[in-house]
């Protein structure tokens, strides 16, 4: 995952989640990976706050 610069250095993050399964047969979805609040998102390449900073200086 992505983040923005510290001190003008690229940031990486390696994160560490846990991942949940499903017991419902019915359920389309059949494991959920945990999410940590403003930082990450579902299908995210980005952190939160990396992404607002794109969407601002895209909308700029």
């Known amino acids: ?5 510290v001190g003008g250095q690229e940031t990486v993050l390696h994160l560490r989640v846990r991942r949940f399964r499903c017991g419902n047969d019915d359920c389309g979805k059949r494991t959920f990976a945990e999410q940590v ?3 990450t998102v579902r299908y ?3 952190s939160t706050p990396l992404r607002t900073l794109l969407q601002t200086i895209g909308l700029a």
């Open 44 to 46: 995210g390449r980005y």
């Open 37 to 39: 609040p403003g930082l």
């Open 1 to 5: 995952m992505c983040d923005t610069a």
